[in-house]
């Protein structure tokens, strides 16, 4: 009888532990083992913009600051902008300079911002007005770039790119989403940046190239043109947003046949009006060479 009881009590064990170990169907919690996967986070993407000019013998070493941060953060955290405006960005026909790489919207945010005024190599980061003021120098950048990662973002912006090449013309559509109710109004910015541009640069850092010029510099993120006007279009109505608002825009642009398409990117940023400041922004190929 012992014997008999023994066996029937290891078979019902052996059926507990046999049940235990079958597979669980969902729904339930998976433990994440990786605490850098940050699938379907949203995470705030800092605008840095570098006010420079092929004339400027500083300019390079700040091209130097801007993307080694970028190389630090990653492009999906930090976008640059090169905007070439300002006395610096002037052509010398005839000369070694004769490139122009200007922009009607560089122009006018120039015109605005009073950078080139202020002198060259300076920018600005997400165009925050700090104690010290909105322009920023080279020096500064990697600690306003810190700071300004830090920021919980408050719109989750995309941009879905199509490039027509028989015709030259790019689609693009942006969508966004408030992730937080806010006051004010709000605007979408969309412009188009090229890399990979090749010409004469003034330099005065050996460290950086030749002096007193580079004579293959490979200009980066140079603004081209901007694709819903200067100053982009309103967003919301009413002067505020509440959370979970969306908005959707496409827009279509026609090619400069000097520009190399697989070279360029739409950048979007989201902006409040009042005071310019870039709430998140966006970075995306025109297509993929």
Same mark, same amino acid.
């Given at each position: 009888?012992?014997?008999?009881?023994?066996?029937?009590?290891?078979?019902?064990?052996?059926?507990?532990?046999?049940?235990?170990?079958?597979?669980?169907?969902?729904?339930?919690?998976?433990?994440?083992?990786?605490?850098?996967?940050?699938?379907?986070?949203?995470?705030?993407?800092?605008?840095?913009?570098?006010?420079? #000019?092929?004339?400027?013998?500083?300019?390079?070493?700040? !091209?130097? =600051? %801007?993307? *080694? &941060?970028?190389?630090?953060?990653?492009? /999906?955290?930090?976008?640059?902008?090169?905007?070439?405006?300002?006395?610096?960005?002037?052509?010398?026909?005839?000369?070694?300079?004769?490139?122009?790489?200007?922009?009607?919207?560089?122009?006018?945010w120039?015109?605005?911002?009073?950078?080139?005024?202020?002198g060259?190599?300076?920018?600005?980061?997400?165009?925050?007005?700090?104690?010290? #003021?909105?322009?920023?120098?080279?020096?500064?950048?990697? !600690?306003? =770039? %810190?700071? *300004? &990662?830090?920021?919980?973002?408050?719109? /989750?912006?995309?941009i879905?790119?199509?490039?027509?090449?028989?015709?030259?013309?790019?689609?693009?559509?942006?969508?966004?989403?408030?992730?937080?109710?806010?006051?004010?109004?709000?605007?979408?910015?969309?412009?188009v940046?090229?890399?990979s541009?090749?010409?004469?640069?003034?330099?005065?850092?050996?460290?950086?190239?030749?002096?007193?010029?580079?004579?293959?510099y490979?200009?980066?993120?140079?603004?081209?043109? %901007?694709?819903?006007?200067?100053?982009?279009?309103?967003?919301?109505?009413?002067?505020?947003?509440?959370?979970?608002?969306?908005?959707?825009?496409?827009?279509?642009?026609?090619?400069?046949?000097?520009?190399?398409?697989?070279?360029?990117?739409?950048?979007?940023?989201?902006?409040?009006?009042?005071?310019?400041?870039?709430?998140?922004?966006?970075?995306?190929?025109?297509?993929?060479?």
């Amino acid at each position: 009888m012992k014997t008999a009881a023994k066996i029937i009590f290891l078979f019902i064990v052996s059926v507990i532990l046999f049940s235990a170990c079958e597979k669980i169907t969902p729904p339930y919690k998976e433990k994440n083992d990786n605490p850098q996967d940050t699938t379907n986070k949203v995470t705030k993407t800092v605008l840095l913009e570098d006010y420079t #000019g092929h004339t400027c013998p500083n300019c390079p070493g700040a !091209a130097v =600051v %801007a993307h *080694e &941060l970028q190389q630090t953060y990653g492009k /999906d955290r930090l976008i640059v902008i090169s905007i070439h405006a300002g006395s610096f960005a002037i052509p010398k026909p005839g000369t070694i300079y004769s490139l122009d790489l200007r922009s009607d919207a560089g122009t006018e945010w120039d015109n605005y911002f009073e950078i080139s005024l202020a002198g060259n190599p300076n920018g600005m980061i997400d165009r925050v007005t700090y104690p010290e #003021g909105r322009i920023i120098s080279e020096a500064g950048w990697p !600690a306003k =770039v %810190a700071e *300004e &990662l830090d920021e919980e973002p408050v719109v /989750d912006l995309n941009i879905t790119n199509h490039f027509d090449n028989q015709n030259n013309t790019l689609t693009t559509t942006v969508t966004g989403e408030f992730l937080s109710a806010l006051e004010g109004d709000y605007y979408l910015q969309v412009v188009v940046t090229e890399d990979s541009i090749i010409g004469y640069q003034k330099n005065s850092d050996p460290e950086v190239g030749s002096t007193p010029y580079i004579e293959n510099y490979v200009f980066m993120d140079v603004l081209r043109a %901007a694709v819903n006007s200067s100053w982009g279009e309103a967003v919301n109505e009413n002067g505020s947003v509440a959370a979970n608002d969306t908005f959707e825009k496409s827009y279509n642009l026609t090619f400069n046949p000097d520009w190399v398409p697989g070279h360029c990117h739409v950048v979007a940023f989201v902006y409040k009006n009042d005071d310019k400041s870039v709430l998140q922004a966006a970075e995306t190929a025109v297509f993929e060479e």
